[in-house]
């Protein structure tokens, strides 16, 4: 009968160690599932960020093409009042009489 109970008695043994190691593993395991979480959050939170940062360049390139063609517009109808200037400049020069 003794042999029978230390039997009972290190089978006792084999499950409480499995079960502290199983215990062990489960914490571990929980811990990493935890911390994997908070790294999803913050990648989450980093890719919203760049979302949002893109489309506010995209909006600032859109209003720079705007800019750029309100320029270019300017631009040649400056060059377009300078020419006609250079022309009735010469056109009252030719009318003129000259002075010999």
Do not use: F, W, Y
């Amino acid at each position: 009968m003794g042999s029978v109970l230390l039997q009972i008695n290190v089978a006792s043994a084999h499950v409480t160690s499995g079960s502290k190691q199983t215990a062990d593993g489960a914490q571990a395991l929980a811990q990493g599932s935890t911390e994997q979480a908070a790294a999803v959050a913050q990648l989450s939170t980093s890719i919203s960020e760049i979302a949002q940062k893109t489309k506010d360049n995209a909006a600032m390139a859109k209003q720079a093409a705007t800019l750029a063609d309100t320029i270019r517009q300017n631009t040649a109808g400056g060059t377009r009042q300078m020419d006609d200037m250079v022309e009735a400049v010469k056109e009252d020069q030719q009318r003129k009489p000259k002075h010999q």
